[in-house]
């Protein structure tokens, strides 16, 4: 009878098995070290490894490489950055192409490993800017999202900037800057990306780019404080105002 009962659950689970047959997705490691990538193209450029899967949209990839250089040279001559090695860069077709083999939300950048994995419609400098203003030569680094998303949204060099999805959608309710800069999740990315890349722009054009790369390293509102004063009080309610 126990011989009975265990080859009908061994029956049943082999049935079940092939009825329902499991696909398990490992997702890729990001480094692109593991087989997943073996069937993928690379392009070498200076500063560059870029990592195309085999049925790349992108016809021309020198093409792609050279716009990604230029967007490298434009925003490091800004920057004045040194990043130890060249980025390696995955370009997928879609968001979702990333998104089924269990990676996030494209795009994205891990910067202090060089690794950027965008979508081919990204805007050419928002990534880049992620890696190179980590890398800027400073003994504190301290990010907060305001800064860090505004000076990539500031950089990102494309007029048609693809920021896609609900969570850009401009809030609803009255918007401090203050206090987004001290808490990266209280208001839509609308907030951190585009009024961070506004107030990025006006502290550039007022201030000038040496205390703005002292912000890069230390992006707080109270290093913020030290480096503009009061002024900086005005400036983020003008921002609040021109958008309410
Ligand atoms: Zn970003």
């Known amino acids: ?3 009975f009962i265990v080859c009908f659950v061994f029956v049943f689970i082999s049935t079940s098995t092939i009825i329902k047959p499991q696909t398990v997705l490992v997702t890729p490691k990001l480094n692109g070290s593991d087989k997943f990538y073996s069937n993928w193209q690379i392009f070498t450029s200076n500063n560059f490894i870029f990592h195309f899967p085999p049925n790349t949209v992108v016809k021309d990839k020198k093409k792609f490489a050279d716009i990604h250089e230029q967007a490298y040279a434009k925003i490091n001559l800004f920057i004045n950055s040194s990043v130890p090695r ?3 860069y995955f370009v997928w077709n879609y968001s979702e192409g990333a998104e089924k083999f269990g990676l996030d939300e494209l795009s994205f ?3 202090e490993q060089c690794i950027i ?3 081919v419609k990204e805007t050419v400098g928002h990534e880049i800017t ?3 203003t980590h890398f800027i030569s400073s003994n504190k680094k301290v990010k907060t999202k305001l800064i860090n998303e505004g000076i ?3 950089f990102d060099l494309n007029n048609n900037a693809v920021y896609g999805g609900t969570e850009f959608k401009k809030p609803e309710e009255k918007i401090s800057l203050k206090e987004a800069w001290h808490n990266d999740f209280k208001y839509s ?3 951190y990306y585009f009024m961070g890349a506004e107030l990025i722009k006006i502290l550039n054009q007022k201030f ?9 390293a230390n992006q707080t509102y109270e290093n913020a404080i030290i480096l503009y004063g009061n002024e900086l009080t005005k400036i983020l309610s003008e921002i609040e105002s021109k958008v309410q």
């Open 130 to 132: 992620h890696v190179l």
């Open 109 to 111: 950048a891990l910067p």
């Open 189 to 191: 990315d609308f907030v």
């Open 117 to 119: 994995h965008a979508h």
């Open 208 to 216: 000038g780019k040496q205390k703005l790369l002292k912000l890069l």
């Open 86 to 88: 060249k980025i390696d």
């Open 1 to 3: 009878m126990k011989f």
């Open 152 to 154: 990539a949204t500031y």
